[in-house]
């Protein structure tokens, strides 16, 4: 077989725009494919939801890729070792309720769990603004290329229509700061976006669990967007909260659709 490159060309292009076109409209739609996110997005494509991810970055897993400080292994509590499970990941016990997982294997399974569930991922894709119509509810995304925002170059964006959107951006909290700077007297909470706290992961871990909520009609914060949200303390490299959140945020997009 001669391979052409044209034909491959054509190949990239038509399928990506065929899948995007029909992406456009979901149920769901999450900014940022950290882990919790990717916990969410399985969750929901295997409970029949159409769902998307938009991760600006290059590669998906947020800060789970690094592990602590750059040592690939990650610690999980025992009430989250189930979600390991559930997603077929490596881990072995080092003392009691304390798990250690390899960091690239998770994010692979992650990812793989999510995509094979039947969720859409697009990378290098940036949220810049969101979609709220006459109800005051958040009903999608507008989004750009990552490069557009790097380049600082004047290129008009897309949008996304869903009946939920997820923020898992991660310390940047990004879609909710969007909706508080934008939406004239919406208060995110009691005071609005604080800002994350320093480390304390047994505070912030169980606080995340609270955290993880619907913060503005239509849009839920998930994983460490959701304490920096609600200025709850960062957790480190223990990673439960986070897969756990994702959950929560599938179980609370699902009771929103239903």
Known sequence: MELDEVVITRAIVDEFLNVFLDYTDVDVALAGGG???LV?????AEAGYKTVLFE?????GGGMWGGGMMFPRIVVQEEARRILDDFNITYKEYEDGYYVANSIESVSKLAAGATSAGAEIFNLVSVEDVMIRENDRVSGLVINWTA??????HVDPLTIRS?????????DASVCNIVQQKVPGAQ?????VVGEKPMWADV?????????REIYPGLIVSGMAANAAAGAPRMGPVFGGMLL???????????KLD
């Open 204 to 212: 912030g871990e169980k606080l995340l669990m609270e955290t993880t």
């Open 163 to 171: 009946k939920v959107v997820i923020d898992g951006t991660g310390h």
């Open 148 to 153: 557009v925002g790097i380049g600082k170059l």
């Open 35 to 37: 882990p919790a996110n």
């Open 40 to 44: 969410a997005a399985k969750y929901l």
């Open 56 to 60: 600006k970055k290059l590669s998906i």
């Open 245 to 255: 959140s994702g959950e929560k945020a599938a179980e609370l997009a699902i009771s």
């Open 188 to 192: 995110l909470g009691e005071l609005g």
